[in-house]
């Protein structure tokens, strides 16, 4: 199977494509808010319900003593936030059921 | 957060109405989905990405009873978050 990457930039000119009569500038600028305000509401540790699609949510990770793999250097670790993402439900079958 | 939050958003900074920010924001999200149903991956620079996972079949356990399971081959979706993101989150 060909696997094809949908960029940022592809979605923004599939957008436009499918929402001709609206400005073409600003519809990539409402992409950019889009992400953008989701990103503000990570950093606030809010979580983000998208229906159909999924949830966004902050998880801790403790701090600990990690190895830098190469060198085998013992690294301290800090305790860090990490983004979470649970398909949908909706979302979880389409990407599932078409073979 | 929910779309209502992200829609008012798009709508607060940009001239568009409330019908034409709600469009918007359904689309990319309906494009998303449909991209990842059809098995491509989804990049968001700044945000992160979209992966679409093949998994075997194997045999499973119920948790509860431990009566053995079958579980089929599956696809599942995972997302990766830009470091960019991972970043802003611990700054």
Known sequence: ?99 | MTKIDIIQNVYEKLGFSKKESSDIVESVFDIIKDSLAQGDKVKISGFGNFVVKEKRARRGRNPQTGQEISITARRVLTFKSSQVLRKALNG
Do not use: C, H, W
């Not at chain 1, 001709?20 to 503000?40: C, G, L, T």
């Not at chain 1, 509401?41 to 998880?59: C, D, H, S, V, Y």
């Not at chain 1, 993402?85 to 059921?97: D, P, S």
């Open chain 1, 1 to 99: 199977m060909v696997k094809f990457i949908m960029t940022r930039n592809d979605l923004i000119k599939k957008l436009q494509e499918m929402l001709k009569v609206y400005p073409q500038k600003d519809i990539a600028y409402a992409v950019k808010i889009m992400f953008d305000s989701m990103v503000e509401a990570l950093k606030r540790e809010e979580r983000i319900e998208i229906r159909g699609f999924g949830n966004f949510t902050i998880r801790e990770r403790k701090s600990r003593t990690g190895r830098n793999p190469k060198s085998g250097a013992e690294v301290k670790l800090e305790k860090r936030k990490v983004p979470f993402f649970k398909t949908g439900k909706e979302l979880r079958l389409m990407v599932n059921n078409k073979k």
